[in-house]
């Protein structure tokens, strides 16, 4: 009995004992608790976010999207683990501070507080609450920039009716924290050309930061075009301008218009666009002369224009891409270059218009209805100067309208490409296909002429049996109309880019017909570069 009550008093003990170390342990655990900082204990609702944009007004344009971020997430913290700031809140900081890599100058408003959050030795951090909604607001400022840039109301504004692209931001924020590496690149937010444009970006600021885009000397008054052969000090700045954009693999120091030369020279002149030969003119040095910040800032805003557009647009399998500053038609299928063509396009008075559309027929030997405008404007004082002015052109009047007969002179040529629009803008054949070796090709009324028109037809209707080359050949020379209607329809989209690089990393410049660079430029910089040739 003894023995029993002494193990008794033993284990009655020994379980005080364990409970007061127990509680013990527990309030020096819970004390330190209270007195970490790191630790993410912050309550988030609509009233502490309105308190937070009421204290930051500069983030006020992005209360909204934060609302509904934390909304979709349930008001839970985003940016903290039980310890600090997560590892992509980190990451999305650093990006946020290289962001003119990706060719946006715009600052993150209050970026001086975020930097204390990350400072860890700074005695001037944010609460946490404030710097969970600060990063929130980062977070939203880095998207908008480089997943929408400009908002669709302003394109509108600007002319340009391509699709708009939609996106979430929370859908956006779920999966960048499941995979990181889409910070770098995802082809689901932004399509392929975009990042070529952004290793141009790199590749050109290098060339600035070195210093190596050197002005090629020239005397203006005694200036003669340079050919083969030729001896100058210029054929020696040019070849190494050459060299350091990438159309020469080397410098050789020559001031001899040697073969080396001339295959560089023709690389050069078909990256711009020019016409093919080996003469460098006058005009042509002084494009070189151009300073490189003006390329760099093309590269930034066709890298602006790239946010804008739906990545599901260049994954399509089927569709036709008309390129307005590089005179150049793309039928893609399969997600390959099917058919290139030389366009020519609308003039200064009748710009052609940026936008989409569903080409949904063909049309061979197609009559050519000519347009109000144009009979106001330029067929009555034909008519009235000459009675047989229609007869001559092959032209009738037809229900209080003017038409012109289908046939080899007709404006349409022998084929048009028909895609619904308010515009009344189509694709067609031209007569006159002489204006095709101009290098600036702005000579249509709106429409787009295609130099490679009936390719252009035998390729869409290739796999139709219903029309066998020989079809497609007789409808186009029968002097008669027929119609074809597309089995599927083909997105069209017209756009507008005056920098555009090959799958091969080469970059290609192309002349700012319409000044769009110009209005984009005063639209999204405040600096004083000057985008006007």
């Known amino acids: 009995m003894r023995n029993f009550t002494f193990s008794l008093i033993i284990v009655t003990v020994s379980f005080f004992a364990f409970s007061f170390n127990s509680l013990s342990n527990n309030a020096k655990s819970n004390s330190d608790l209270s007195n970490r900082k790191d630790v993410a204990v912050i309550t988030i609702d609509a009233a502490s976010i309105n308190a937070f944009f009421k204290k930051y007004p500069k983030l006020k344009k992005y209360q909204k999207d934060v609302d509904d971020i934390y909304k979709a997430k349930q008001y839970k913290s985003l940016w903290y683990d039980d310890k600090s700031i997560t590892e992509f809140g980190s990451l999305l900081y650093q990006k946020v501070n290289v962001l003119k890599d ?156 040697d073969e080396e030369l001339m295959a560089g020279v023709l690389n050069y002149k078909k990256r711009y666009n020019l016409k093919i030969n080996y003469a460098l003119t006058r005009d042509i040095i002084n494009q070189m002369n151009e300073p490189i910040s003006k390329r760099i800032r093309t590269i930034m805003l066709n890298m602006e224009r790239c946010r804008w557009i739906p990545t599901k647009l260049a994954k399509a399998d089927e569709y036709v891409m008309v390129n307005i500053p590089s005179f150049r038609l793309f039928y893609v299928k399969d997600g390959k270059y099917d058919l290139v063509s030389d366009i020519f396009v609308g003039n200064r008075l009748s710009e052609t218009v940026i936008f989409s559309g569903s080409m949904d027929r063909i049309v061979f030997s197609p009559y050519w209805y000519v347009p109000n405008s144009i009979i106001q404007n330029e067929l009555k004082l034909q008519i009235a100067s000459d009675k047989n002015y229609l007869e001559e052109h092959n032209m009738e009047w037809n229900g209080g309208k003017v038409r012109q007969k289908p046939g080899p002179k007709n404006s349409l040529g022998l084929v048009k490409f028909m895609f619904p629009n308010p515009n009344d803008i189509y694709m067609h054949d031209t007569p006159a296909k002489s204006l095709f070796e101009f290098e600036k090709r702005t000579f249509s009324h709106g429409c787009i002429n295609v130099k490679e028109a009936k390719q252009l037809a035998l390729h869409i209707l290739k796999d139709d049996p219903d029309w066998p080359a020989d079809k497609i050949e007789s409808a186009m020379n029968g002097g008669k109309e027929t119609t074809c209607m597309l089995k599927r329809k083909i997105p069209v989209y017209i756009g507008y880019f005056t920098c555009w690089v090959q799958d091969n990393g080469e970059v290609n410049f192309f002349p700012d017909v319409y000044d769009r660079d110009q209005s984009l430029d005063k639209l999204i910089y405040n600096d004083a570069i000057t985008m006007k040739d």
């Open 102 to 257: 990706q060719g946006i100058e715009e600052k993150m408003p209050y970026k001086e507080q975020i930097d204390e959050a990350f400072n860890e030795s700074s005695s001037n951090k944010p609460s946490q609450l404030d710097t969970e909604l600060l990063l929130t607001s980062m977070y939203v400022f880095y998207a908008s920039n480089v997943y929408s840039g400009v908002d669709p109301a302003t394109l509108k504004k600007i002319g340009w009716y391509l699709p708009a692209k939609s996106i979430s931001y929370s859908h956006i924020l779920d999966s960048l924290m499941i995979d990181t590496n889409r910070l770098n690149e995802d082809d689901n937010l932004l399509f392929s050309q975009y990042y070529r444009l952004k290793d141009a970006l790199k590749k050109y600021r290098k060339i600035e930061t070195d210093n190596l885009w050197q002005k090629i000397a020239i005397d203006s008054a005694t200036f003669k075009d340079l050919r083969p052969d030729d001896t100058a000090i210029a054929i020696k700045q040019i070849r190494n301008r050459l060299f350091v954009v990438g159309d020469l693999k080397q410098d050789s120091g020559s001031d001899i218009y």
